[in-house]
């Protein structure tokens, strides 16, 4: 019996935070079935960086890959969730003594950011030395239920740019609140945005049955 998928991402909707001073989230019913004859017809407006993402590298680097040529296998396959609560920042001295048991994706449960709809003051963020570590470990995705791996104001994206350089792509705004730590199957799919910096996931795990 393999278990229930478990929904990990932000509910999209009218009023979830977005990136400060970023496009709001909007969805509205465009055309009305009453006036077509037919069919209600959405119409959606959004950031890339809302709601559970993944950033291309193009979103931090000019020359990085963008949405539609990123491989899509990163995207799928065993997870492994890590409870870092309580702490104000996560770097190598933090996970060097964690068994990642091999995972080559890694979810990281800060608990720092209790509600979509309100962006966070400060939030869990990740140090620059993080990327080697993870590299070494053999970890090719990230994900963290926060809005970014960098502190809000930083302009240098150390941890955005650390990643990176260690072959790390990264899943943001996850909701990891009824997610106990431990070993998962993990889909969270990239539309094939072309030339995208980035895209909206639908994020879900279920325990793995190894
Ligand atoms: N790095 C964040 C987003 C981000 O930094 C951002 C998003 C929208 C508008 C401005 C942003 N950063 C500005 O410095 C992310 O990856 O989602
Ligand atoms: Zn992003
Ligand atoms: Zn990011």
Not at 128 to 144: A, T
């Amino acid at each position: 019996m393999t278990g229930k998928w478990i929904d990990i991402s932000q509910p999209l909707h009218n009023g979830i935070a977005e990136w400060p001073g970023d496009t709001p989230f909007h969805y509205e019913v465009k055309f009305l079935k009453a006036d077509t004859g037919s069919v209600n017809i959405g119409q959606m407006t959004t950031s890339m960086h809302t709601g559970t993402h993944i950033d291309a590298p193009f979103h931090y680097d000019n020359d990085g890959l963008k949405v539609d040529e990123l491989p899509i296998d990163i995207y799928i396959g065993k997870a492994r969730v890590i409870d870092v609560t309580g702490l104000e920042s996560v770097g190598h001295s933090d996970l060097e003594q964690i068994d990642f048991g091999g995972a080559e994706r890694i979810l990281l449960k800060t608990l720092s950011r209790p509600d979509a709809d309100v962006f966070p003051e400060t939030y869990t963020f990740l140090r620059r030395d993080i990327g080697p570590l993870l590299k070494e470990r053999g970890v090719r995705l990230l994900g963290i239920d926060t809005p970014s791996v960098d502190p809000e104001l930083s302009k240098t994206l150390d941890a955005h740019h650390s990643l990176h350089d260690n072959g790390v792509l990264i899943l943001e705004n996850i909701v990891l609140a009824s997610v106990e730590p431990g070993d998962y199957e993990l889909i969270a799919l990239p539309l094939p945005i072309k030339g995208g910096d980035g895209s909206p996931v639908r994020a879900v795990v279920r325990k793995w049955e190894g």
